[in-house]
């Protein structure tokens, strides 16, 4: 088992920053890869950023290019959010694989944290 925690989150206006944390706990000797994803209300779960075990590579969706950077330490994964649009306002979540590469299907991740909630005011 793995436990993830996320913290960061919160209210900040157009074109401002945040950083969400995510802090594994458990069986976290790895490999496993490290993901976020993000669920605006209405809408399926979406994904953000991934990073694999190794973090020699990260994965973007293309609406968070040049704006958010994942990265990791050890067995704690981070995104820096820069130039926040309100069109970013969701729920973030943090979620392990159990394998050293990182996909963009939420399905083929094992474990998620409870979520951290990022609003973003025009």
């Known amino acids: 088992q793995v436990q993830l925690v996320e913290s960061g989150g919160g209210l900040v206006q157009a074109g401002g920053s945040l950083r969400l944390s995510c802090a594994a706990s458990?069986?976290?000797?790895?490999?496993?890869?490290l993901g976020w994803f993000r669920q605006a209300p209405g809408k399926e779960r979406e994904f953000v950023a991934a990073?694999?075990?190794?973090?020699?590579n990260t994965y973007y969706v293309d609406s968070v290019k040049g704006r958010f950077t994942i990265s990791r330490d050890k067995n704690t994964v981070y995104l820096q959010m820069n130039s926040l649009k309100p069109e970013d306002t969701a729920v973030y979540y943090c979620?392990?694989?159990?394998?050293?590469?990182?996909?963009?299907?939420?399905?083929?991740?094992?474990?998620w944290g409870q979520g951290t909630q990022v609003t973003v005011s025009s």
């Open positions: 979620a392990a694989r159990m394998s050293p590469r990182a996909t963009i299907q939420p399905y083929e991740y094992d474990y």
């Open positions: 458990g069986r976290t000797r790895g490999p496993y890869a």
């Open positions: 990073i694999p075990w190794s973090a020699d």
